[in-house]
């Protein structure tokens, strides 16, 4: 039986107003679990795995700081997760809830993280894609890069530590950075059996969904229309019962959250209508039947 591992981690702060203070929690699940369970975060099917250590250091250089940070990460996931890299590389015998002993493995189906731990753990530098070998300059080309497979990543790694020692912290950052990679040379799922960065990094529905909605599509929206002209589009819409109003527009909204993110979905192709040209009105449509079909539980051909 194969149990898709489903990781999740993100720096959050805890003391605001008082010292600053910082954890770093990894949360473990499991892909088995029905999709309605785990959008429910009272049926706690996510459990904290581990908190990272998040140090301070004496090195005279800043970016010196980041690398070895980024190192004590990734030895830290090494120690925690060697567990489930042996299950995935011979297997564990484990009970089903009935009772039934299973011959079980245990890959990584999926990381859950925001864009900068992400790179942290593909090991790429923060201007290039976790999954492909694009780079911020190519962002917008019409056509898919090749993956940034770990083989690859390896063999830069290895031809990097050959002409530099590991411990030469500058030498050898500046030496990797022109290989689009961030310094790290003991991955946490090197040696990870049927896992890949660029396979188990997915999109977070939270971020690369409804907030590049908020950030580019709204944008466009209120540059095309124009700010004062959507607002007044958006205080005439008839509310529907259940649905938010928005009486005084979206251009001035301050601490927008994810669900007015959702709610804003809901009728920015209406409040636009007739005011944009045909094929843009078509591009944000496109755009949003995409991240409400992507949210599938499951598809077909």
Avoid at 161 to 179: G, R, V
Wanted: proline share 5%; glycine share 4%.
């Amino acid at each position: 039986m194969l149990l898709g591992v489903v990781l999740s981690d993100d720096k959050t702060n805890i003391l605001v107003m008082s010292s600053n203070h910082m954890v770093y929690p990894v949360l473990i699940s499991l892909a088995n679990i029905d999709a309605c369970i785990h959008s429910k975060s009272s049926l706690h099917t996510h459990l904290l795995l581990a908190l990272l250590p998040i140090a301070k250091f004496m090195h005279k250089t800043t970016c010196v700081h980041s690398l070895l940070q980024d190192r004590l990460v990734h030895q830290a996931l090494n120690i925690d997760l060697s567990p489930l890299k042996t299950a995935a590389a011979v297997g564990i015998m484990m009970s089903d809830p009935r009772g039934n002993l299973c011959y079980c493995f245990t890959p990584i189906a999926a990381w859950i993280a925001d864009t900068p731990e992400e790179c942290l753990l593909s090991g790429t530098s923060p201007k290039v894609s976790p999954v492909t070998t694009t780079t911020s300059k190519n962002f917008g080309d019409p056509y898919q890069h090749p993956p940034h497979t770990g083989t690859m990543m390896l063999a830069a790694i290895h031809k990097v530590c050959s002409q530099h020692s590991p411990m030469d912290y500058k030498n050898f950052l500046k030496a990797i950075k022109w290989l689009q990679l961030n310094g790290i040379i003991d991955l946490c799922w090197n040696i990870w059996v049927l896992s890949d960065a660029s396979d188990f990094i997915t999109p977070k529905v939270l971020h690369h969904f409804h907030g590049m909605f908020w950030n580019h599509n709204v944008k466009w929206c209120i540059s095309v229309t124009g700010a004062a002209e959507l607002d007044f589009r958006f205080s005439l819409i008839q509310t529907l019962v259940g649905y938010r109003a928005f009486n005084e527009g979206i251009s001035k909204l301050k601490q927008v959250t994810s669900r007015d993110h959702c709610e804003i979905q809901h009728y920015i192709i209406g409040a636009v209508a007739g005011s944009v040209p045909c094929k843009f009105l078509m591009a944000i449509c496109v755009l949003l039947d995409f991240c409400y079909l992507a949210q599938e539980p499951s598809f077909t051909t």
